[in-house]
């Protein structure tokens, strides 16, 4: 069965510094999100995107973060300086159609320090 | 008020026990009803979807919507202990870019 997969699977960096998370979504797929999940909280959205824009986003995905569709096959999510706070597990989504549910990758853990 | 409430638990059941997971909701703009199953380090995964009112069942698995009450449940027959998990309800309507997710309940079967 086709799955969304996410690289790496954990990131160590420091408090100040850039990180790009990387996910392939499935390949049919059109519509792309971020959610991310502090350790114990529960999971919210960050981001959403279709047609090469975004389409939504929280009030946690502020000017440190972008996202980006550079071919046809990646989507990734910037932090462009890290805080302590982002530290958590970062979610790719994707689903096909606008009423079709979200498929979602393992994630990558990304530890600040 | 949150927009998806669930019982965070735990909830613990002796295995063969019949599961019973909840989740309200505010909106009554929700349409899309989720449930997804998520394992420790793990990304959510999905298990029923289902549309408006009603119930949908696959395998020990029955998803049940009251939209006049705003109630969603999970039935888990037969229970074992590899459904020990966080079970995650999530909502949304078909004109909203977002899922909303309650904050999960987690589920442990005893052997």
């Known amino acids: 069965e086709p799955e969304v997969t996410q690289t790496p699977s954990h990131q160590v960096t420091q408090m100040g510094q850039e990180v790009i998370l990387r996910c392939v979504p499935i390949s049919n797929h059109l519509y792309f999100y971020w959610y991310r999940q502090i350790l114990g909280q529960k999971v919210e959205f960050l981001v959403s995107f279709y047609n090469n824009e975004i389409s939504e986003k929280s009030e946690i995905f502020d000017d440190q973060f972008s996202v980006e569709r550079p071919d046809g096959s990646n989507f990734t999510l910037k932090i462009r300086s890290t805080k302590l706070e982002d530290s958590a597990m970062y979610f790719c989504?994707?689903?096909?159609?606008?009423?079709?549910?979200?498929?979602f990758g393992n994630g990558t853990r990304l530890t600040v320090t | 008020q949150k927009e998806v409430e669930q019982d965070p638990g735990p909830l613990s059941v002796p295995e063969g026990a019949i599961v019973s997971l909840n989740c309200t909701y505010s909106?009554?703009?929700?349409?899309?009803f989720m449930w997804y199953r998520q394992y420790s380090r793990k990304g959510p995964e999905l298990l029923m979807y289902?549309?408006?009112?009603g119930n949908k069942e696959d395998g020990r698995f029955t998803a049940q919507v009251d939209k006049s009450s705003k109630y969603i449940s999970l039935f888990i027959r037969d229970s074992q202990p590899s459904d020990s998990a966080t079970y995650l309800c999530a909502a949304w309507y078909s004109s909203a870019s977002k899922i909303i997710f309650g904050s999960g309940t987690r589920l442990s079967i005893r052997p």
């Open positions: 989504a994707s689903r096909d159609r606008g009423d079709s549910p979200l498929h």
């Open positions: 909106n009554s703009a929700f349409q899309y």
């Open positions: 289902t549309y408006s009112s």
